[in-house]
């Protein structure tokens, strides 16, 4: 990805390009407008890989098949969020979802249960079903604060929903970065984290990092080409800088022990 810089810049670590298994960035879009879109793909297509029309946007905002099919254009893969997935199916319209992603002409979607209570076969059942026309993503963790789920629960649904057909698994922070992986109050559950990548091959997840703290670890933890989630669309050029070490938290991060020395 080099190569498309404004300049070439000694010492950058080295980025994969698109279509990429690693160092993907997915994207929620909150509902922009067709306008903000336009803008955003013109600024920030290559460095995007999947887009969620986050929660429930996509059932409410306007030129929602524009956006898609702008998106899709750009060499994005584009669904709609696990909370709406949720509701077709707390509503018992899973056949009524499937109509929908397909008239959106989505190629991906995503199943999670983090509102909601599912059988974990159920789960798997769908994620099945769907990654047979689908790239599927899998959310695994709750959206409620409090809800502790046991490393070695973390770890079996992981495997098993990959066994299932997920693509990836989601490892689950919600838009705020306060549940599932990270405490209250944003900090990340290092012993979870480091107990799940023991198990679970690290391309195979996408750690939800909204907050640029939990950015910046996740960079430090496994490197420049780390998959990472629920990215504001604003964020992602901010976040891109932070991936090749050309902004102040991760300036070090990835120079030569020669190059990280004071200046005499």
């Not at 030129?63 to 969020?81: E, F, Q, T």
Request: with cysteine; proline share 3%; net charge neutral.
């Amino acid at each position: 990805m080099s190569n498309q810089y404004n300049f070439n810049l000694y010492q950058l670590p080295q980025r994969d390009s698109k279509p990429r298994a690693n160092g993907t960035t997915m994207v929620m879009d909150k509902g922009i407008s067709l306008r903000q879109a336009e803008d955003f793909v013109s600024v920030s297509a290559d460095y995007v890989d999947f887009v969620k029309l986050g929660f429930g946007t996509s059932l409410i905002t306007k030129n929602v098949i524009d956006k898609v099919r702008l998106y899709k254009k750009a060499g994005m893969k584009v669904y709609v969020g696990g909370t709406l997935f949720e509701a077709f199916v707390i509503r018992n319209q899973f056949n009524d979802y499937l109509k929908y992603i397909a008239d959106l002409e989505l190629d991906c979607a995503e199943v999670s249960d983090g509102s909601i209570e599912l059988d974990h076969e159920k789960k798997c059942e769908y994620i099945s079903i769907l990654s047979k026309n689908y790239t599927v993503l899998s959310e695994v963790g709750s959206k409620e604060e409090g809800v502790i789920i046991h490393p070695a629960r973390w770890i079996k649904m992981m495997q098993n929903e990959l066994d299932a057909g997920a693509s990836k698994v989601i490892a689950e922070a919600r838009e705020s970065g306060t549940v599932g992986i990270y405490h209250k109050n944003g900090s990340a559950h290092t012993m979870l984290i480091n107990r799940i990548v023991s198990k679970i091959k690290i391309e195979n997840i996408i750690w939800e990092t909204p907050q640029k703290s939990q950015q910046v670890y996740f960079l430090k933890l496994f490197g420049c080409n780390v998959n990472l989630g629920n990215i504001g669309v604003d964020d992602v050029i901010p976040l891109e800088t932070l991936r090749i070490g050309l902004r102040g938290d991760t300036f070090f991060t990835y120079l030569p022990e020669g190059l990280n020395q004071p200046l005499v």
